[in-house]
């Protein structure tokens, strides 16, 4: 690329980016760089507003580019989140220089649903962090570049394995375990063949075949090492057939399988992996994860909104006043479109949830029934329904009123409708991974 080009970035990353491609997508993702920056300032001040943070000592309208923002506060232990910060920068840029699909919205397969999220996460200022991945890595592993990724099967003889693990991918004693491609190189693992899948939104979780395949990155990921714990293999299965029976009126993602290999008789968070049945649409369908109708306009707003409501407040209401929350953000809640309209909600990814102390469920996953509710509250109506009724074109009292209008009479209601909503504190939390805190919005219910 140019030297002109090349003056234009501000950070060691975006240059490094800027680089390493050639010189047609290097000028989109120098020209997209300077709105990548005003995207993440932005969630940052959202932070600002709300997020339990340290004192904000500067003006946060004199900086073009968050992180000589996030320098200039001077945040103790800061220096982890500027990086994070720097990469989300990049990545987002280069997001943002993939071509638009051409599919019809309602003609979409749920992979191109999945891969058309091309800004990622709407509130995290690490939106596009992959720590650890170069440019060349995004373009070749990153949803909204839309590539195929050949997974590796490794040939594990000694491994642990849970659930109906398929016929396909045995090798007599041996499991052929799908590993990323990324991972596979870093760790050197042997490989008898691929397996070609498609990435979905969380980017380490594809689809392939009949399977959604919840692979192993040892990479920072928005907000996380995308590692999978021993615990998590060893309950995966039996975390989905609780709530098999314990949800009712949402579908379940359902884990099929789970299996890692054996590094000194332990599972290895490095080397593991979640086979989940990839959701098959019925006739007549569209298949797509909630935060793929963001930006998409919506005639009768009000009526749609009311319909998915009830899809989905009196499950989510009725299942945490039994103790269990659901992770129900945007990612995490597919929904099943007719004619455009609502016809069913599919949760995903139960790693997640939360329940009261019970037998027969890992000791991880009990919580409080305040923390109960505040995962509840935060990922389903702080965050989820927040960011839908912000991108429905209807004033936002009407479309919360038609939300309260479905909230079931519940020891939880009264919370939910008058009391501040609880909201995940996304940058606090990348300043102090084990903060117990809370944001706190503005009750939406309350005239």
Not at 344 to 353: E, F, G, M
Not at 415 to 420: E, K, M
């Amino acid at each position: 690329m140019c030297q002109d080009q090349i003056i234009l970035t501000q950070t060691p990353v975006e240059s490094e980016f800027a680089a390493a491609l050639d010189e047609r997508r290097a000028e989109r993702f120098v020209a997209a760089l300077p709105g990548a920056r005003a995207a993440i300032l932005a969630r940052l001040r959202r932070a600002f507003a709300i997020e339990p943070l340290p004192q904000v000592s500067v003006d946060p309208t004199e900086y073009s580019h968050p992180v000589d923002l996030l320098t200039a506060l001077r945040w103790p232990r800061s220096e982890d989140l500027i990086a994070e910060v720097a990469h989300s920068v990049a990545g987002l840029a280069l997001s943002r220089t993939t071509s638009p699909l051409t599919t019809p919205f309602l003609d979409r397969s749920l992979e191109e649903h999945e891969q058309s999220v091309v800004d990622g996460h709407p509130l995290h200022p690490c939106c596009r962090n992959r720590t650890g991945f170069t440019a060349a890595d995004h373009l070749a592993y990153g949803p909204e570049h839309r590539p195929v990724v050949p997974l590796r099967l490794h040939p594990a003889a000694q491994h642990v394995v849970f659930g109906d693990w398929p016929d396909e991918l045995r090798d007599g004693e041996r499991i052929l375990l799908p590993v990323h491609p990324w991972q596979a190189d870093r760790l050197g693992v042997i490989t008898a063949g691929t397996l070609d899948a498609s990435p979905l939104m969380a980017l380490r979780t594809l689809s392939a075949g009949a399977w959604h395949v919840k692979t192993t990155l040892s990479a920072q990921i928005t907000s996380a090492v995308r590692d999978i714990s021993g615990g998590s293999i060893a309950t995966a299965t039996t975390v989905s057939d609780f709530l098999d029976v314990a949800v009712e009126g949402i579908e379940l993602q359902h884990n099929r399988a789970s299996a890692a290999v054996l590094t000194d008789g332990e599972p290895d968070r490095r080397l593991g992996v979640i086979l989940r049945d990839k959701p098959v649409p019925r006739e007549g369908e569209t298949l797509l994860p909630l935060a793929a109708l963001r930006g998409r306009p919506i005639a009768d707003p009000i009526g749609w909104l009311a319909e998915f409501a009830e899809l989905t407040v009196p499950p989510l209401m009725t299942l945490l006043a039994r103790g269990v929350a659901l992770e129900a953000h945007e990612q995490n809640l597919l929904v099943g479109l007719v004619g455009g309209r609502p016809s069913r909600v599919i949760y995903r990814d139960l790693a997640d949830i939360r329940v009261s102390p019970r037998a027969g469920l890992p000791g991880r996953l009990h919580a409080s029934p305040e923390a109960l509710r505040a995962k509840t509250f935060a990922t389903f109506f702080a965050t989820a329904l927040t960011g839908l009724v912000e991108a429905l074109d209807a004033p936002d009292a009407d479309l919360w009123d038609v939300v309260a209008r479905t909230v079931p009479d519940t020891p939880d209601r009264h919370a939910l409708l008058h009391d501040p909503l609880p909201a995940k504190p996304l940058t606090l939390m990348r300043l102090d991974p084990r903060t117990t805190k809370w944001a706190f919005l503005p009750n939406p219910f309350r005239p």
